[in-house]
C-alpha cells in the first residue's frame, strides 16, 4: 500500500484462528486511513494491480524531501516580516504562495527558534490513530538527553521522537561544544520541511520501510556506523496500539543495520536501545527482546491528559523506558523520588518497596504493591486473593465460580477451561 509492504493478519475469535489469512495496511489500524486488504492466496488482476499503483502515486506527498529542503533554504534567507506558516496546510510558505493561502489561517514572523521546534509549529496528529503523536514533557525530554549525554553516547538513532531529535539539534546548532547528533526516522512527512535527508528519513517502523528506498536506508546506515568511536543509541516511543511484534521485527533489523556496521567487539552485543512504551506491555516486549529491562522513571506528555505530571505532583502515567542497558547506569532523579535498591542494583519508584519474598522491587505503577502468600506473589494494592478463581484480582471482578456457568456450554459445575465440549470439539 502507499506505507509500504503490508503484513500478513489472520482473524482469531475468542483465540482461534479462522483460516483465512489476509494482508492489510501496517500502519493503520483504521479502514478509514488505509483500505488495503488482499487474501493471502488471492491472485491480484493486473488492472487492479495498476489501479493500486496509480492510487499509491496518487498518495505520495505533492513534494519530495529534497524539494522541501530547497524550499526550506530559500525560507530561512527570508527577512522575519516574510516567514509564514500555513496552519491548516502545515507548511512553511515561500512569498509566491500566499495567494494560495490567502484565507487560510497562518502563522507569522517565524523566527529561528520556531524553525528549531517544529514540533511545537506543526499540530500533533494525536486523533489519528495512525500517528498517534505524543510529544515528550519538557521535563522528560530533558532527562531523556541528560542520561543519554552521561551514558556516553553521542549519536542517536531518533524512530518517532521528533521532540528529542529537535532538542539534539537545536542544541548542537547553538552549542559549539555540543557533539551530539540525532537522525529522525518517523511517518510524519511534515518534518521533512525543517531537516535534510542526512537528519531525517521519512519511516515506517511498523515494516522496516524507507520511503526515499535505497539511499535513505544508506543515510541510516552510515549514521550507524559513522566515527565508530562514538557510540550510538536507539530511542523510540512507538503509538501504544502498535502491534509489539511488527516493532519488535523493525528494530530488529535497525539493530541488525547497527551490528553489520560493527567492526570488532560488537558480535555479541546488541545495539543500545530506549523502547519507550506502557508498563503493561512489559512481557510482551520482553519476549521478542529478554535482555531488555523496565525501567521505574515514568515518561510524562505534554499533549496526552492521563500521561502527565499530575497537578498535585502526583505521577500517573504508565509509560515507563525499556532497556538492554545494565540497569544500574540508568539513574533516575533522586528530586523527583527516585531512589536506588541495592538488592536489585536499579533505581526504583519511592512508593516501590522491595519484597522479601519476591526478592525484587516489584511494583510496576509506583504504588506500593502487596505480596499475596498464596499466588506466591505481589499484586496491586486494589486486588484481593479470591478463594473461588485461586488468584489475586479486583474485588468487583467476574468470578468465574460464581457466574452462571460456564462460558462456553453454558452449565454450572465447571469452567471454561474445563469443560468437557472443549475437549470433544
Ligand atoms: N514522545 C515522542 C513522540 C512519540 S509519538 C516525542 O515527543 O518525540 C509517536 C511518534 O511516532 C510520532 O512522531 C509519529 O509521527 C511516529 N509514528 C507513528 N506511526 C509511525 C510509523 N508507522 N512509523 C514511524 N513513525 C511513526
Ligand atoms: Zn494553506
Ligand atoms: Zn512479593
Ligand atoms: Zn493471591
Ligand atoms: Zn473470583
Redesign the pocket.
Known amino acids: 500500500c502507499a506505507l509500504g509492504p503490508a503484513l500478513l493478519f489472520v482473524k482469531t475469535s475468542q483465540g482461534k484462528e479462522e483460516g483465512r489469512r489476509f494482508y492489510a495496511c501496517s ?1 493503520c489500524r483504521d479502514r478509514k486511513d488505509c483500505n488495503f486488504f488482499q487474501w493471502e492466496d488471492e491472485k491480484v488482476s493486473e488492472t487492479k494491480l495498476a489501479a493500486r499503483e496509480e492510487y499509491n502515486r496518487t498518495h505520495q506527498p505533492s513534494r519530495t524531501h529534497r524539494q522541501n529542503v530547497e524550499r526550506y533554504k530559500n525560507f530561512v534567507l527570508l527577512p522575519l516580516a516574510k516567514r509564514r506558516f500555513c496552519q491548516e496546510c502545515q507548511q512553511l510558505l515561500l512569498p509566491e504562495e500566499w495567494g494560495e493561502h490567502s484565507n487560510h489561517q497562518l502563522l507569522y514572523e517565524i523566527s529561528t527558534a520556531q524553525l528549531q521546534s517544529p ?1 511545537q509549529l506543526l499540530y500533533p ?1 494525536e486523533n489519528k490513530k ?7 514533557a519538557d521535563r522528560s ?1 530533558q532527562f531523556l538527553l541528560d542520561l543519554i549525554i552521561d551514558l556516553g553516547f553521542r549519536r542517536v538513532l531518533s524512530v ?5 531529535h529537535e532538542m539534539i539539534q537545536s542544541k548542537a546548532s547553538k552549542e559549539e561544544a555540543f557533539r551530539v547528533r540525532s537522525l529522525l ?4 512527512f511534515r518534518y521533512s520541511q525543517f531537516y535534510t535527508e542526512d537528519e531525517f528519513c521519512h ?4 515494516n522496516h520501510f524507507f520511503f526515499a528506498g535505497e539511499a535513505a536506508l544508506e543515510t541510516c546506515r552510515r549514521f550507524l556506523c559513522q566515527d565508530s568511536g562514538e557510540r550510538v543509541i536507539m530511542v523510540t ?3 501504544f496500539g502498535g502491534l509489539v511484534e511488527a516493532l519488535a521485527s523493525s528494530f530488529k533489523r535497525l539493530m541488525a543495520m547497527w551490528k553489520d556496521t560493527e567492526k570488532e567487539d560488537a558480535v555479541s552485543q546488541e545495539m543500545p536501545t530506549f523502547w519507550i512504551f506502557p508498563y503493561f506491555f512489559e512481557s510482551r516486549i520482553l519476549e521478542f527482546f529478554p535482555s531488555f529491562t523496565m525501567m521505574d522513571y515514568q515518561v510524562d ?1 505534554d499533549n496526552h491528559a492521563l500521561y502527565k505530571h499530575g497537578k498535585t505532583g502526583r505521577r500517573q502515567s504508565p509509560v515507563r523506558i525499556f532497556t538492554n542497558l545494565t540497569p544500574r547506569m540508568i539513574v533516575l532523579p533522586v528530586e523527583e523520588g527516585y531512589r536506588f535498591c541495592a538488592i536489585c542494583q536499579r533505581y526504583v519508584s519511592s512508593g516501590n518497596q522491595h519484597c522479601e519474598m519476591c526478592n525484587s522491587c516489584t511494583s510496576k505503577d509506583g504504588r506500593r504493591w502487596k505480596h499475596c502468600f498464596l499466588c506466591k506473589k505481589c499484586v496491586k494494592p486494589s486486588w484481593f486473593h479470591c478463594n473461588n478463581c485461586n488468584c489475586c484480582g479486583l474485588p468487583t471482578h467476574a468470578c468465574e465460580k460464581a457466574a452462571a456457568g460456564c462460558f462456553v456450554c453454558g452449565q454450572a459445575g465447571h469452567k471454561r477451561s474445563s469443560c468437557p465440549s472443549l475437549s470433544r470439539s
Open positions: 500502519a514540533s496528529l495512525t500517528n498517534a503523536q505524543y510529544l515528550f525530554c518517532g521522537t521528533p521532540r528529542l526516522l518517523d511517518i510524519d519511516y515506517n517502523m511498523f516511543d512507538p503509538p506528555y
